[in-house]
């Protein structure tokens, strides 16, 4: 009788091993799986330009147009030409860096009146915009 518990209580030890053994089999590749890709996603996101990381959408685009005129337009001129805050137009800044446009879209220049449009934008569609004000009219 003892010896056939024995039996038993080895074969259960063993059982309960076994499981574990698969338990963390599985999980080893669980956690190999998500390095993988982790490490894909960092490469995507090093590979990708600046300001690629999907644009606005269309209703957004039309909506920072709109923007541009309204607001921007208001000390930059309607046509961007210039007004209270230089052109902004593609010629006037044209040896300007976009990140550098993108950035005083974002920041301001504290201590003029250019404010900083960072509570309404993303950094994707400010650069989004520098962009766009960086192409020649049509
Ligand atoms: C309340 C007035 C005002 C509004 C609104 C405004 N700006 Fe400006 N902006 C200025 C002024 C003034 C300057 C010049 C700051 C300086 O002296 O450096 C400026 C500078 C800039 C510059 C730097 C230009 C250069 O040649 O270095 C960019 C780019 C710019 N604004 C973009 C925008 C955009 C885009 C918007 C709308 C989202 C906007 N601004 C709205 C007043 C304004």
């Known amino acids: 009788m003892i010896a056939l518990f024995r039996v038993f209580h080895v ?3 063993f059982h309960v091993f076994h499981v574990f053994h698969v338990r963390a089999k599985l999980a080893a590749f669980f956690v190999a799986g998500l390095a993988v ?14 300001q690629a990381d999907a644009e606005p959408s269309a209703n957004r685009q039309a909506e920072l147009n709109n923007l541009l005129t309204q607001d921007c337009g208001s000390c930059h001129g309607l ?18 860096p976009t990140e550098y446009i993108a950035a005083t879209i974002l920041f301001g220049r504290p201590g003029t009146a250019m404010p900083p449009w960072r509570p309404f934008l993303s950094d994707t569609e400010a650069a989004w915009l520098a962009n766009l004000l ?5």
């Open 11 to 13: 074969f259960h030890v």
């Open 37 to 50: 890709l982790s490490i894909a996603s960092l490469v995507a996101l090093a590979a990708a330009p600046v």
């Open 79 to 96: 046509t961007l030409a210039g007004g209270l805050g230089p052109s902004l137009q593609a010629h006037a800044l044209a040896g300007k």
């Open 134 to 138: 960086k192409q020649p009219a049509p």
